[in-house]
């Protein structure tokens, strides 16, 4: 007579509830460090709720969703995820901001082929920390672990944020046709252009260990330095330029390049004129464009080219505005203007 078969259990497929168990009760106090006093629920409910802010009249939600894209490799090449959590926040924070929200609570979702509790609890310090930095909670989320659908090792991490602001405080399309354009820097990608630059940098590449290279001949620090460097996160700075400089939009440079990107907050009669040489380029980029070798065309086309983000100011404030972005810690220019046109965005030479 046949023996009976084995049981078969949730872990021989592949999903480890312990892990996940441990993975959840290291997260726990990351996020609560982040709690803003709007927030009413704890980690461990199905739902978070949060109030609205006291102070507003007639508050309106903003809301965006978003991923490091293919960053995340990068992460896992080095073994250091302690950064890509803030790529996370930024990404999806910088994108309300550019409507005038106040970013107020942020859920994560973190899948992963085998879950590593050390690894899961990196990624949720960075998350916490960019949070911080942004000035909202991170109220809950998502640990899936999900076999045969990701390798294990491999992690996919998005994130969903929601900002509040004032009906009247919300900001649409640019319309004003004499509106300076301020520049905010980003030292690198961001998260932007990764599988080109990867592609480029990092496939055939006659170096062993082209990650730890130097980012570009002479540098300080390894190419794998550069490419995890984590995004900057904007929030807190546009929004004061909104609120003491009478910002009128405001575009966050993420894939699409920078003109594109800009184009996004035009109203249909105003273009957008860029100076290519207005700002410093950081030198990754050069390294890209040689090594591919990559046009110019298709460089500002898919990469944010040393800015992250873009802000209209009327032209009286396009001083103060640089200055109010320098004392948030940011480097800025004055990279442009608005004109009457077709609600398109073009980069040209210094002085056209």
């Given at each position: 007579m ?18 996940g ?69 930024a ?76 009906r009247?405080r ?7 046709g ?71 939009g ?9 003109a ?93």
């Amino acid at each position: 007579m046949a023996s009976d078969p084995t049981p078969l259990t949730y872990e021989a497929a592949g999903v480890n509830i312990a892990a996940g168990d441990e993975a959840v009760r290291r997260l726990t106090p990351h996020a609560r460090s982040t709690y803003r006093p709007e927030v009413l629920s704890d980690i461990g409910a199905f739902g978070a709720v949060t109030a609205v802010p006291d102070g507003l009249t007639d508050p309106v939600l903003v809301s965006a969703n978003d991923g490091a894209g293919t960053k995340p490799l990068i992460a896992a090449a080095l073994g250091r995820w302690d950064t890509i959590g803030i790529d996370v926040v930024a990404m999806c924070v910088d994108d309300i901001v550019t409507l005038g929200a106040q970013p107020l609570l942020f859920h994560d979702q973190i899948t992963a082929g085998r879950l590593d509790a050390d690894v899961v609890e990196a990624i949720v310090e960075g998350l916490a920390a960019g949070c911080r930095m942004a000035g909202c909670a991170l109220v809950g989320g998502e640990l899936a672990e999900h076999p045969d659908a990701l390798a294990p090792g491999d992690y996919d991490i998005a994130g969903f944020a929601v900002g509040v602001t004032e009906r009247a405080r919300l900001r649409g399309s640019v319309t004003a046709g004499d509106a300076a354009l301020v520049g905010l820097a980003s030292g690198g990608l961001r998260c932007n252009g990764y599988s080109l630059a990867r592609r480029v940098l990092l496939t055939g590449a006659s170096d062993d260990n082209p990650l730890g290279s130097p980012a570009w001949p002479g540098a300080d620090h390894s190419l794998g330095d550069e490419m995890l460097r984590p995004s900057v996160i904007y929030t807190p700075a546009v929004l004061e330029l909104f609120s003491e400089c009478g910002a009128l939009g405001a575009a966050h440079i993420t894939g699409g390049g920078l003109a594109a990107n800009v184009a996004r907050m035009l109203g249909p009669e105003v273009d957008a004129v860029l100076r290519r040489g207005s700002w410093p380029v950081p030198r990754i980029f050069e390294r890209i464009a040689d090594a591919g070798p990559v046009t110019p065309d298709e460089m500002e086309r898919v990469f944010n080219l040393g800015i992250g983000m873009v802000v209209a100011v009327p032209a009286s404030s396009a001083v103060s505005a640089v200055d109010s972005a320098h004392a948030a810690g940011h480097d800025a220019w004055v990279i442009g203007e608005t004109r009457p046109g077709t609600g398109t965005a073009r980069l040209v030479e210094a002085g056209n």
